[in-house]
């Protein structure tokens, strides 16, 4: 069954460190990887996606990601972390014509200052 | 700002009536998603609509259906509402109706949907 995996519900870091969010996913084709981020009261905003080709992807707002085959996963990461980065934030795999998009159940980014 | 509207912003229905959701996709735009996010949860895919026929489908029943105009705008409609169905309902509009193109899909800010 296709599945995405944030095994973290809730993660704290302070205000300048770094910060890597879980994905994993299971998907019987090569998937397409999805990051986004929704804050309170907003939609979901895409930071970044994977389609094929360098693994290591580059986002929106200093995001990055990067998928690994092998461990089935698709792990966002930023280097130093801002108090405007506090929201929650999707993984998510698919593709709309084939299938549909399959979200995870997000993980909420808390901010310490 | 992504361009695209959605309406209302909240809406209170009791079990068993029915319920229209309004989004406003950006302009240009052919390919219109519909999305329920239950409380606590990521979002589930309901339909998708391109060039008004529907072009794929989630695991929701009959009673949540939808129309795409050619004006941009799409509905999303749901009868004999339950009270399962509350959640904020996403709709995202992208170029076309593929990721195997470069393109993204816009999301809404949502309609908050409360029944009781």
């Known amino acids: 069954a296709q599945s995405v995996t944030q095994p973290d519900i809730h993660i704290t870091v302070s205000e300048g460190a770094s910060l890597e969010l879980r994905c994993n996913y299971s998907?019987?084709?090569?998937?397409?990887l999805f990051w986004y981020v929704q804050s309170p009261g907003q939609g979901l905003q895409l930071l970044l996606k994977?389609?094929?080709?360098?693994?290591l992807v580059q986002g929106i707002k200093g995001f990055e990601a990067e998928f690994k085959r092998s461990q089935s996963s698709f792990n966002l990461r930023k280097p130093s972390v801002h108090w405007s980065d506090a929201a929650e934030y999707f993984c998510?795999?698919?593709?709309?014509?084939?299938?549909?998009?399959?979200f995870g159940k997000g993980t909420r980014l808390h901010i310490l200052p | 700002e992504t361009g695209v509207t959605q309406s209302p912003t909240h809406l209170i229905k009791t079990r068993g009536q029915q319920v229209t959701l309004r989004c406003s996709s950006q302009?240009?735009?052919?390919?219109v998603s519909w999305y329920q996010q239950a409380l606590g949860q990521g979002p589930q895919f309901i339909f998708q609509?391109?060039?008004?026929?529907?072009?794929g489908r989630g695991n929701f029943p009959p009673r949540f259906s939808g129309l795409q105009f050619p004006n941009y705008s799409s509905e999303l409609n749901v009868n004999a509402l339950e009270l399962d169905d509350s959640a904020l309902y996403l709709c995202?509009?992208?170029?076309?109706?593929?990721?195997?193109?470069?393109?993204?899909?816009?999301f809404g800010p949502g309609t908050r949907l409360t029944v009781l």
């Open positions: 995202a509009s992208s170029l076309d109706g593929t990721y195997e193109s470069t393109d993204t899909q816009y």
């Open positions: 998907y019987g084709a090569t998937p397409y």
């Open positions: 609509y391109y060039r008004e026929e529907e072009n």
């Open positions: 302009s240009g735009h052919n390919t």
């Open positions: 998510a795999v698919g593709r709309i014509r084939d299938d549909k998009i399959i």
């Open positions: 994977y389609f094929s080709g360098d693994t």
